[in-house]
Antibody, heavy 117, light 108 residues
């Protein structure tokens, strides 16, 4: 059974940093592109960042470029999202997602990030 | 970015009804469209990929159709477990993934 377990969310002040982690199991992690998707009530579901299988190709939504960084360690079946210079509009539930059928075929339970003073 | 618009935003229906949700994209995405179901406090779940392909384990009362810019998700004979919010998503290779704003299917 595919399992994706996120951690690392919490309350952070504007301008602060957080590192989200995703532990993957139940599938061959190194075979899959992985992405982060976030969901905030006022903005709905948003794709945030993508990593290819070996981590060398990485893509970001425009509003997080230069602030967020996606990385992975295939030996540890782990995915991360380093988030710097956080803003109030980054407040959301962040999901770790596996790419299958070229789309988001498996999702973690999500971790809440709240950016507020 | 490709804009994705769903209609209606809310749909009231009864158990046993057949319901249809429409998704339109601002430019052609061929068949690169998926449908998800989300229940409160849970992550979205993939139902349909490539516009009309049923994900493994998803009941056959769910079906998808369309191509280009107009797509539909149909739930035939609505079951109590189907009351949820549904999202479409385009995954055209040359554009960032974008999602519709959601359609809440509620009990009439």
């Amino acid at each position: 059974e595919v399992q994706l377990v996120e951690s690392g969310g919490g309350l952070v002040q504007p301008g602060g940093s957080l590192r989200l982690s995703c532990a993957a199991s139940g599938f061959t992690f190194s075979n899959h592109w992985m992405i982060w998707v976030r969901q905030a009530p006022e903005r709905g579901l948003e794709w945030v960042a993508t990593s290819n299988q070996d981590g060398r190709e990485r893509f970001y939504m425009d509003s997080v470029k230069g602030r967020f960084s996606i990385s992975r360690d295939n030996a540890k079946n782990a995915l991360w999202l380093q988030m710097n210079s956080l803003r109030a509009e980054d407040t959301a539930v962040y999901y770790c997602v596996r790419v299958g059928h070229l789309t988001a075929d498996s999702w973690g339970q999500g971790t809440l990030v709240t950016v507020s003073s | 970015d490709i804009q994705v618009t769903q209609s209606p935003s809310t749909l009231s229906a009864s158990v046993g009804d057949s319901v249809t949700i429409t998704c339109r994209t601002s430019q052609s995405v061929s068949s690169w469209l998926a449908w998800f179901q989300q229940k409160p406090g849970k992550a979205p779940k993939l139902l349909i990929y490539l516009a009309s392909n049923l994900e493994s384990g998803v009941p056959s009362r769910f079906s998808g159709s369309g191509s280009g810019t107009e797509f539909t998700l149909t739930i035939s004979s609505l079951q109590p477990d189907d009351f949820a919010t549904y999202y479409c998503q385009q995954y055209n290779a040359y554009s960032p993934w974008t999602f519709g704003q959601g359609t809440k299917v509620e009990i009439k």
